[in-house]
């Protein structure tokens, strides 16, 4: 004789089958979101490298000349302004600067304006460098009083070094950052000067 199975084992069967449905679902849809995470945290770093690439790139070309009043460093807690010489040899003036994006994120931008003689400039170009930065902020050294700064106003020296501190989203919200510090040193050689005649 055939024996079904009862309305209490059935229930038994479903319960522990939907004990164990769930559980697959929960470490299912925590994995994907870890993988998620990670993945949009990877992309972040490889934007950040970028970022800083393209930064320090300008920052060791720094062409500057303490006799010429129309080549400057300028250095802000939120902006840069400087001049350098670009993979032609041309020279260029550089700014980096934030604007206002969406959901709290800022802009970063590099503003160039390349000179085929000091004299005669050439249009501006904007390369947008990312669209994920929360918090910038630029510092400078001067080895001579073993200080740092939050702008630099000495208008006939460079700083010895250059620290970025930026901060790129990597989620959905303001909370989930990635915080980066790089610092760039400025080469002396990049500092121009001129000896009276005679002088060696």
Known sequence: MKRGFTLLELLIGVTIFAILAGSVYVSLYLGIKVWKGEENRNETLLEAINTFNVMAKRLHCVYFNPDNEQLYFKGLKQELEFFSVDENGDLINVIFYLEPGVENKFNLYLAT??????????????????????????????????????????????????????????????????????????PVANKITISPKGDI
């Open 113 to 186: 304006k390349k000179y085929t003689q000091l004299s005669s400039e050439k249009a501006s170009q904007i390369e947008l460098i990312s669209r994920k930065v929360s918090k910038l902020k630029f510092s400078y050294y001067n080895a001579q009083r073993d200080q740092w700064t939050d702008d630099w106003a000495v208008e006939k020296e460079l700083p010895n070094q250059v620290k970025l501190e930026i901060a790129f989203i990597t989620g959905a919200t303001q909370i989930d950052e990635l915080a980066m510090v790089k610092f760039i040193n400025i």
